[in-house]
Nanobody, 113 residues
């Protein structure tokens, strides 16, 4: 089966850090530009960050610049999203997706002290 699987979500305290990972089953994620998106309760899904097939071309939405880093782990075949200094507004369901329109099921990130 061809699918994307997100992992690493859960509960994190404000000011903490979190790493999310996106892994592909049935295809090679390294071959596609990949992005991370999030959807907050009652809100539309928004883009957070994306990157090309290399680590040299990355983009971030203004609200997360300086706190979020997107990267590829070529050994594990994953695209990771690192969030530092987590803020309450980071709470959302996070999704990864490829440029060809493949989406994961989403993973919950809850921010609470």
């Amino acid at each position: 089966q061809v699918r994307l699987v997100e992992s690493g979500g859960g509960l994190v305290q404000p000011g903490g850090s979190l790493r999310l990972a996106c892994a592909a089953e049935g295809f090679n994620l390294d071959d596609y530009a990949t992005g991370w998106f999030r959807q907050k309760p009652g809100k539309e899904r928004e883009a957070v960050s994306c990157m090309s097939t290399t680590d040299f071309s990355t983009e971030y939405v203004d609200s997360v610049k300086g706190r979020v880093t997107i990267s590829r782990d070529y050994a594990k075949k994953t695209v990771n999203l690192n969030i530092e200094n987590v803020k309450p507004e980071d709470a959302a369901i996070y999704y990864c997706a490829t440029v060809i329109g493949r989406w994961g099921q989403g993973i919950q990130v809850t921010v609470s002290s």
